[in-house]
């Protein structure tokens, strides 16, 4: 296999990987993240608005991290504290990112398909990967760490559990989701900034479904940081491979494909069993 | 167990209780509306807009003239087929997401048994194509559905997982199998006439204002025909009354006898039937070809017609009618003022949050007149 597809597999891989660590750390938590999607496109779009007014992509990056947490902020008070319907609220989230990033775009720039170019990160980066890349391969570790060797992380994962246990343990399951998913919108965002840098311009609805394929590879991943970053890398390998495909006559929609159907078979039970956290998607009791 | 209900009631009697439910029901939806409304005209205001004019605009284009009664009611029709089916997966307590990737197959499996049997007469062709849209959509929401009774699988990942299946399907198809040689854009060759049904604005009723050019055609009579098909299964049917009650709760309605396996398949059936529909709207009464990825969003925004009319057909297509009227505007405040159309898109996904948001509030409100009452929760 050719270093260089592996190569372009893990730089596509890395915005899938942002967004799919957060996806891990909040449904860990038990809020179902349908809205990876809206916090990518978020932190896209605040990252191409940061680095063209300041000129430094690494505000680029912060503001991206900013737009996130406030959309995981948003995501949290509608899932979490009204304890709205949390696919609703994601599908919301996501329908609202895409309809305010043109809004913005269309009167900060006004065009309403792209923003003019801005000087990214410098081609090259550190050692073949730009430094969001190596970013986001730290990152799994850490999230590993963050998850199972940390005190956050047992009552995260308490939290997504058994939340009424927790409580009685003296965990705020409020406080702990509420943390998750604004983490999860951070990580999303520098996912997107990765995204925006790369094509060093926001191009309307330029997610184009990866925080689908990200919420994906959190579930092949069962829901483990190591497991979805493998799925992720995995789906960046295929998109990597699109154009080989193509010359052996695989048409490019089939390998589009591939990560959804992977991922319906994987849920079917057919790789393992595939076990959510036990509250996934429940909506915290309303007796207090 | 209800009683049975008197079989023939007084015309007032229905309507004393259609208004008392309708007002119960309403509130959430009304306020929701309302303060995505507000946010909107916040938007605008923070671009040195005025909103009031804005909106006046808007109204003015969308309800004052044929053309935007039209487009009204074109993006009204597409978007009762998808809302009907959002609610009734909801009334069975399964989240659709899929109507996107349902529509698609659906249409797409219209057109191709338009293109493959031209020579039928229209009173066949017709029929058939409609069947053919109602079951491509079916069958494609079939298998979440199967997954979910079967496996257990949560329908809301599949859904969505199969709407980028069918975008890359249909995609396939439509470049690869049927295109119209030559064409640059993606779509198949026209569908024969036998197959394409009037526009609204060729309907021979005297004073029609609708002009013959507007989008807007006879699917708007079936979609609210199958909107009230939907609500007699779900009311007078044994099978609606199956759908309810797993809605309400499966386990209860497992122990009680109900085969909740083949009812969670059937509703999901049913509601990708209604799905596949919007494509009668699309490409036999429009576009009369199948355009690759045409939908541009009203699956996903029947999930928020669907929550606003609180997943009741009637209240399903009075959502839709008020999205139609949204989308329309959006293009009138596009052309005749600064003001972008994406504040459209905004409100509605805004209209979704504060539905979500308005139940809970409404819900504590409750809670605390019940606690102030003497009553626990």
Same mark, same amino acid.
């Given at each position: ?16 990987? #942002? ?7 909040? %449904? ?132 997504? %559990?058994?939340? %009424? ?32 840098? %790369? ?14 394929? $990200?919420?994906?590879?959190? #579930? ?17 390998? $295929? ?6 495909? /193509? ?8 390998? /589009? ?32 | 167990?209800?009683?049975?209900? =008197? ?5 007032t009697r229905i309507g004393a209780r259609l208004l008392a439910a309708a007002g119960a029901r309403l509130g959430p939806s009304l306020a929701a509306v309302a303060g995505a409304a507000v946010f909107g005209a916040l938007l605008v205001l923070l671009i040195g807009e005025n909103? +009031? ?20 009611? +074109? ?41 493959? !049997? ?8 017709? =029929? ?49 199998? !049927? ?6 854009? =993606? ?23 609708? =002009? ?28 609606? +009354? ?105 409100m509605q996904a805004g209209i979704l949050l504060f539905v979500v948001a308005a139940d809970e509030i409404a819900r504590r409100i409750r809670r605390r007149g019940w606690r102030a009452g003497g009553g626990g929760a």
């Amino acid at each position: 296999m050719d270093v260089e597809i592996l190569l372009s597999a893990v730089r596509l891989a890395t915005p899938l990987l #942002f967004a799919a660590l957060g996806g891990v750390i909040s %449904e860990r938590s038990g809020v179902v993240n349908i809205a990876l999607e809206g916090k990518l496109l978020a932190g896209a779009f605040a990252a191409a608005a940061f680095t063209h007014a300041t000129g430094n992509p690494w505000f680029g990056v912060a503001g991206a991290i900013g737009a996130g947490m406030a959309i995981g902020a948003l995501h949290a008070l509608g899932s979490v504290w009204l304890r709205g319907d949390q696919i609703v609220v994601g599908v919301a989230i996501n329908l609202l990112v895409v309809g305010l990033t043109q809004f913005l775009m269309g009167v900060m720039y006004g065009s309403n398909a792209n923003t003019p170019l801005f000087r990214g990160f410098p081609p090259g980066g550190f050692l073949w990967f730009p430094p969001l890349v190596w970013g986001a391969l730290l990152a799994v570790p850490a999230v590993h760490v963050l998850l199972s060797k940390t005190r956050f992380g047992l009552r995260l994962r308490a939290t997504g %559990e058994h939340p %009424e246990a927790a409580e009685s343990l003296g965990v705020n399951p409020l406080r702990v989701r509420i943390a998750a998913v604004i983490l999860a919108g951070a990580l999303a965002g520098i996912g997107g900034a990765y995204l925006a840098l %790369e094509t060093s311009q926001f191009v309307k609805n330029m997610s184009a479904g990866r925080g689908f394929i $990200a919420l994906a590879g959190v #579930f092949v991943g069962k829901w483990r940081p190591w497991g979805a970053a493998g799925a992720c890398l995995f789906f960046g390998l $295929a998109e990597a491979s699109q154009i080989r495909l /193509q010359g052996l006559g695989v048409p490019t929609q089939f390998v /589009q494909m591939i990560p959804y159907v992977l991922t319906m078979v994987a849920l079917a039970g057919f790789v393992g069993r595939s076990r959510p956290p036990a509250s996934l998607g429940v909506p915290l009791s309303r007796e207090r | 167990m209800n009683a049975p209900r =008197p079989v023939s009631p007084r015309p007032t009697r229905i309507g004393a209780r259609l208004l008392a439910a309708a007002g119960a029901r309403l509130g959430p939806s009304l306020a929701a509306v309302a303060g995505a409304a507000v946010f909107g005209a916040l938007l605008v205001l923070l671009i040195g807009e005025n909103p +009031f004019t804005a909106a006046a605009v808007a109204v003015r284009g969308v309800l004052g003239t044929p053309d935007g009664v039209g487009a009204v009611l +074109f993006d009204a029709t597409a978007l009762i087929f998808t809302g009907l089916s959002v609610a009734f997966a909801f009334r069975a307590g399964l989240f659709n997401i899929g109507a996107e990737g349902q529509l698609l197959v659906g249409a797409l499996s219209a057109t191709v048994v338009a293109l493959a !049997l031209p020579g039928l007469s229209r009173f066949v062709l017709v =029929p058939l194509c409609v069947i053919a849209a109602a079951a491509g959509g079916a069958a494609w929401a079939t298998i979440p559905g199967i997954l979910r009774a079967k496996f257990g699988v949560h329908e809301v990942i599949n859904t969505i997982m199969m709407n980028f299946i069918a975008s890359g399907l249909t995609g396939y198809l439509t470049v690869h199998v !049927l295109k119209d040689p030559g064409q640059m854009i =993606p779509h198949t060759p026209t569908i024969p006439e036998a197959a394409r049904i009037a526009r609204l604005g060729d309907l021979p009723v005297p004073g029609n204002p609708i =002009p013959t050019s507007s989008p807007a055609n006879a699917a708007l009579l079936l979609a609210l025909a199958v909107a009230a098909l939907a609500a007699w299964i779900l009311a007078r049917t044994p099978f609606g +009354f199956r759908v309810r009650a797993v809605g309400q709760g499966e386990t209860a309605a497992r122990t009680a006898g109900v085969p909740t396996g083949r009812v969670l398949v059937g509703a999901m059936a049913l509601a990708g039937a209604f799905a596949g529909l919007a494509g009668v709207n699309e490409v036999m009464g429009f576009r009369y070809r199948y355009l690759d990825n045409f939908t541009s969003g009203i699956g996903f925004l029947g999930i928020a017609v669907a929550l606003l009319g609180r997943a009741r057909p009637a209240g399903v297509v009075a959502a839709a009618l008020l999205f139609g009227v949204l989308n329309a505007g959006a293009v009138e405040i596009d052309l005749f003022t600064e003001v972008p159309r994406e504040v459209i898109l905004v409100m509605q996904a805004g209209i979704l949050l504060f539905v979500v948001a308005a139940d809970e509030i409404a819900r504590r409100i409750r809670r605390r007149g019940w606690r102030a009452g003497g009553g626990g929760a």
